[in-house]
């Protein structure tokens, strides 16, 4: 499966994003979707995922309550609403994307094989 990821920008705190991740190739309801964010200087880092057929998800502490992730499988598209961003948001976000990935395992980037580009998001103060 292909991803693209869009919606990044520059915003100012408090504001709100939705970024999309378009999938291309193989249906999109036969994987788990999770998004990560990379800041400058920084390890990659896990933010939300969403079960192969939406319903179950989970969050980083940091954006619980803030994000909300979702998935139209018909669509093939993935979403990160994203709301009362902050400075500390400021980062690329990348979707990616597994099909065998173990719900035990979602936190781990290095357990996703398909990732989409990155978008940046950066928030101003």
């Known amino acids: 499966v292909q991803l693209q990821a869009s919606g990044g920008g520059l915003v100012q705190a408090g504001d709100s994003l939705r970024l999309s991740c378009a999938a291309s190739?193989?249906?999109?309801?036969?994987?788990?979707m999770g998004w990560f964010r990379q800041a400058p200087g920084k390890e990659r880092e896990f933010v939300a995922v969403?079960?192969?057929?939406?319903?179950?998800?989970n969050y980083a502490d940091p954006v619980k309550g803030r994000f909300t992730i979702s998935k139209d499988n018909a669509k093939n598209t993935g979403y990160l609403q994203m709301t009362s961003l902050k400075p500390e948001d400021t980062a690329v976000y990348y979707c990616a994307a597994d099909s065998t990935l173990i719900w035990g395992l979602v936190r781990r980037p290095s357990e996703y094989d398909y990732w989409g580009q990155g978008t940046q998001v950066t928030v101003s103060s």
């Open positions: 969403i079960q192969r057929r939406g319903g179950i998800t």
């Open positions: 190739g193989r249906s999109f309801s036969n994987y788990i």
